[in-house]
């Protein structure tokens, strides 16, 4: 949590310098990036979740730690010859995508190709740093991971912010920058991966058992890589395509904040996939379900007060954090459903690592096949109708609709009996909690100037947060461990 916040407060500092030194039309093309980022997941191709599970498995098993090097030497290269493609293919439709998909109004043409070139250059670069970094989660090692991180999240945004007023102000500063940052980045996190990796210190090799045995897996997570990126990134690529850049600049801001939500919800999610997959091994049904459930409350908790907070809360937020009001009015439409949105993806991240922890990859994979037919005609028609403001409204549309069938057969499966449970205490309780408070709060104090534009919320926020945790019974549980912890013993 640590890390990921800083991560946020790096991130989200920076943001307002942005946009002074490139103003909001060539912020798009940074919005852009983040945009072609999460198209491009589908090239992972499931391995940085393979490795993950693999080194959960293999890290206690006895001679694991030769057998998971051996692992990390195989996928390592396959990795390699997949995004060398990828950045080849990028590099190659880079003019295209500069002068005939984007719409770059006043933005020189010379320093947007530029930008799209080095995109297809640093892109590749962090997936690969990811790439060790889910090794070295599935290891346990998330301190290390987040000490990594945290540096990169600070060279990147902070380093940029202070190149784009220092040097020069345009996209070329920022992507250099950019490029550099991910190239360390990949550096550090494959120094710590091999120094921590169980075993013999030598190298592993390639092994034709480890692609053998994880195929059918890797191919189910491409598959479902391929879909989720264009569910994920869907909204955002139809805004690009067919509304000018200065607006997707606003959404993109719009998506940034209201994916701070999920910012929270994925370090629950990650440090509990190591638990989730040694329990399924195992086939120990009822330490599985305990832990299971405790993680959805903790993510419920976590997200739900943020999520309606920024929803309802949308445009105050968003002046506070800019300072333009113009900014605020174009960012505060799309930013309630797409806040919104991210609550209903982040209810369902626990789940989904649950079958990802117990190789059970088909719903996902179903599901999201159905989700992708229905997402675009709805996208082309909304955003023709209504612009950003409905390309939020059907990616929240479909978020919400996924969580019923999934939970459903998923709890079939694999936990039988664990719904109602899931929906009363997972679900209902630190969300109603949650939009009780903050319902009330806005109902309150509709209108907000100056210091209250921040302090309100704030308090309110705090308020939800606080409700949400005393209505779920794993907060309650974690308080009153951390209180015990704590707790200085009597003196003698």
Not at 13 to 23: D, M, N, T
Not at 187 to 211: D, E, I, K, Q, T
Not at 436 to 441: E, N, S
Request: net charge positive.
């Amino acid at each position: 949590m640590a890390g990921r916040l800083w991560s946020l407060v790096s991130l989200y500092l920076v943001v307002p310098l942005y946009l002074r030194a490139l103003g909001v039309e060539a912020y798009g093309a940074v919005g852009f990036y983040t945009v072609l980022q999460g198209v491009l997941t589908f090239a992972d191709a499931g391995l940085t979740a393979a490795l993950s599970r693999e080194a959960a498995r293999l890290k206690a098993a006895p001679g694991g730690g030769a057998e998971l090097r051996n692992v990390v030497r195989t996928v390592e290269l396959v990795y390699v010859g997949v995004w060398s493609l990828v950045a080849l293919c990028l590099w190659l439709v880079s003019p295209f995508i500069a002068t005939r998909w984007l719409n770059p109004g006043a933005v020189p043409p010379p320093d947007l190709l530029f930008a799209v070139r080095a995109m297809a250059v640093a892109i590749p670069l962090q997936f690969f740093a990811g790439f060790y970094l889910g090794g070295l989660m599935g290891l346990e090692r998330q301190v290390s991971a987040n000490v990594l991180q945290v540096a990169w999240s600070t060279l990147r945004s902070g380093g940029a912010a202070i190149g784009l007023f220092v040097l020069s102000p345009t996209l070329t500063t920022y992507f250099a920058i950019q490029l550099v940052a991910n190239a360390l980045y990949l550096f550090g996190s494959r120094v710590m991966l091999l120094r921590v990796l169980p075993g013999p210190p030598a190298s592993g090799v390639w092994s034709r058992a480890v692609v053998q045995r994880l195929t059918r897996y890797i191919g189910g997570m491409t598959a479902l890589s391929m879909l989720s990126a264009v569910l994920v990134q869907a909204d955002k690529l139809a805004v690009s395509k067919l509304l000018p850049l200065a607006a997707l600049g606003a959404y993109s801001i719009a998506s940034t904040l209201a994916q701070l939500p999920m910012s929270f919800a994925w370090p629950v999610a990650t440090a509990v996939f190591p638990t989730l997959t040694v329990l399924a091994e195992q086939g120990d049904r009822i330490t599985l379900a305990e832990t299971y459930h405790r993680a959805c409350q903790l993510v419920a908790v976590a997200t739900a007060p943020m999520a309606i907070g920024i929803a309802l809360f949308g445009r105050e937020l968003v002046l506070v954090w800019t300072g333009r009001p113009d900014t605020a009015a174009s960012v505060a439409g799309p930013l309630l459903p797409l806040a919104l949105g991210s609550l209903f993806l982040a209810l369902l991240l626990v789940p989904f690592q649950l079958a990802l922890a117990s190789a059970w990859i088909r719903l996902n994979l179903l599901l999201s096949s159905v989700s992708v037919v229905l997402i675009v005609p709805l996208l082309i028609l909304l955003i023709r109708s209504y612009g950003p403001v409905g390309a939020g409204f059907a990616w929240m549309t479909l978020n919400a609709a996924m969580i019923p069938p999934f939970v459903f057969f998923l709890h079939r499966r694999l936990l039988p009996g664990a719904t109602t449970r899931w929906v009363l205490e997972d679900l209902l309780r630190p969300v109603v909690a949650a939009a009780v408070i903050t319902v009330a709060g806005r109902l309150l104090f509709p209108s907000l100037l100056g210091a209250g534009a921040v302090l309100i919320p704030l308090a309110v926020g705090m308020l939800a947060l606080v409700a949400s945790a005393v209505a779920t019974p794993a907060s309650r549980q974690l308080l009153r461990s951390l209180q015990q912890r704590t707790r200085v013993p009597a003196s003698p």
